[in-house]
Each structure stands twice: as C-alpha cells, then as structure tokens.
Antibody, heavy 118, light 113 residues
Framework: EVQLLESGGGLVQPGGSLRLSCAASGFTFSGYAMTWVRQAPGKGLEWVSTISGGGTTFYADSVKGRFTISRDNSKNTLYLQMNSLRAEDTAVYYC????????????WGKGTTVTVSS | DIVMTQSPDSLAVSLGERATINCKSSQSVLYSSNNKNYLAWYQQKPGQPLKLLIYWASTRESGVPDRFSGSGSGTDFTLTISSLQAEDVAVYYCQQYYNNPCSFGQGTKLEIK
C-alpha cells in the first residue's frame, strides 16, 4: 500500500526553525516528484514546494529563501527545512506524490501541524 | 499565476440527489499540444488524507465510485456527484497543474440537506 507519513510539526516561536519529514512507503520513491502543500486554519490549500525525482526544486514566492525542500532517496524520505518562520506559516503541512512536478498529486499524507507563535 | 475560483462555497443536497460543483480558471488550462486539460479534483474529509478523485478534468482515479464525474474544458469545469451518498460529505477542491505554481480553488463544502 502506498503511504506517506509526515512528522516534525510543533510549536515554534517567530523567527525559529523546524524540519518536517515525510516517510514514504509502497512505491519506488526516487522515481516520483514530491510536493509540500499547506492549509492554514480554516483556509484552503496552498502549494509550498516541489522536488522532482532528479532533485530539481520549485518554491512558492511566499517561502522562497526561507524554506528548503530536499529528499533522501536511500531513506525514502522527503524533508522541508523551514527557517525564519512567521505567524502566517502556521498551517497543516501535507506531503504528496506525483509522477512529475507538473502533474496531479495522487497520494497524500495526513499532515503535520506547524504553529508559529510566541 | 492562475487563479482558481469555485462555486458555490457551500452546498446542501438531499441524499440520492445530484450535486454539482463548478471551478473556473483565470486562464485556459488546456494544453494544445496534447489536448489535455490540466485540472484535478480532490476530496477532503476530516482526519483523512486528501483523496484524488478526477484528473485530466474527466478521468476518474482508480477506485473512485462512478457517481463522481468531471467535465469541462479550457477555463470552466464541473464536478458532478450523480446520486449523493452520506459518505460524500466533504470539502472538494479543484486544482490546476498547467502552470507552476500549481493552484487550488478555495474549496466547496458539501453537506446533506
């Protein structure tokens, strides 16, 4: 069964850092693009970042220069390093897989919650 | 960036009746070289992962009940649930993946009347 399991969320102060992880199973992780999408409380879905199977990265303007997406294909794990966090980064963060960076996302995780507050 | 706008924001439909959700993109998501609409529909239920329902605007994902269907082309799209079941209560999102960044509609909350 294809599964994605996010972890690493929590409460962090403004300006702080956090690293999210997404453990993948049930498919050949290295062959797929992986994406982070977030959902602020009571709001809709916002694309954050995508990494291709080959490591090419894409970022939303709102996180560019602060967030870094990466992957460890040997560990079947996706990461999101979040620095200089702001209150507006508070959200549930989901990871999702797709065949290509420019493609629909066919499997999603349940998400991990990030709260940025003093 | 492409802006996706869904209507209505919320919808109440009786069990067994048809539910229709609309999605409009600010520019065409039809790629002329392959004649495909880069449009997907997702279902979100509390505590569950988002579920892909429809891709390429009208292709049903494996395992999705056939009461779910997608239609439309260019800038105007529709998700139809032909006969609403209790388990269909959820929030539904459209998404364009024609451009980077991809973008989502604001969501439509579907409830039972």
């Amino acid at each position: 069964e294809v599964q994605l399991l996010e972890s690493g969320g929590g409460l962090v102060q403004p300006g702080g850092s956090l690293r999210l992880s997404c453990a993948a199973s049930g498919f050949t992780f290295s062959g797929y693009a992986m994406t982070w999408v977030r959902q602020a409380p009571g709001k809709g879905l916002e694309w954050v970042s995508t990494i291709s199977g080959g490591g090419t990265t894409f970022y939303a303007d709102s996180v560019k220069g602060r967030f870094t997406i990466s992957r460890d294909n040997s560990k079947n794990t996706l990461y999101l390093q979040m620095n200089s966090l702001r209150a507006e980064d508070t959200a549930v963060y989901y990871c999702a897989k797709s065949d290509d960076p420019r493609d629909y996302m066919d499997v999603w995780g349940k998400g991990t919650t990030v709260t940025v507050s003093s | 960036d492409i802006v996706m706008t869904q209507s209505p924001d919320s919808l109440a439909v009786s069990l067994g009746e048809r539910a229709t959700i609309n999605c409009k993109s600010s520019q065409s998501v039809l790629y002329s070289s392959n004649n495909k609409n880069y449009l997907a529909w997702y279902q979100q239920k509390p505590g569950q992962p988002l579920k892909l329902l429809i891709y390429w605007a009208s292709t049903r994902e494996s395992g999705v009940p056939d009461r779910f269907s997608g239609s439309g082309s260019g800038t105007d799209f529709t998700l139809t649930i032909s006969s609403l079941q209790a388990e269909d209560v959820a929030v539904y999102y459209c998404q364009q993946y024609y451009n980077n960044p991809c973008s989502f509609g604001q969501g439509t909350k579907l409830e039972i009347k």
